[in-house]
């Protein structure tokens, strides 16, 4: 056996045991990791709505205050 075959037969072993375990996020410290991500990927999202929605609030008023100097 040369080690370029034995390669893929390492891969396929390790494989073909995660696969017979089933899924690996069945760890409880992994679930309370998840539900941790998903509440920050939450607060995230909001904290980037309002970021955006400043900056259109930003520029709106901008927009006033030349177009009111103009006029």
Same mark, same amino acid.
């Given at each position: 056996m040369t080690s370029s075959s034995a390669v893929p037969n390492v891969l396929t072993a390790a494989l073909s045991k995660v696969v017979r375990r089933g899924p690996l996020d069945e760890d409880d410290e992994l679930q309370l990791a998840r539900g941790a991500v +998903?509440?920050? +990927? +939450?607060?995230? $999202?909001? &904290?980037?709505? &309002?970021? $955006?929605?400043? $900056?259109? &609030?930003?520029? $709106?008023?901008?927009?006033?205050?030349?177009?009111?100097?103009?006029?």
């Open positions: +998903e509440k920050l +990927e +939450e607060r995230w $999202g909001s &904290a980037a709505a &309002a970021v $955006g929605n400043l $900056g259109k &609030a930003r520029r $709106g008023k901008l927009f006033w205050q030349t177009y009111s100097n103009i006029c």
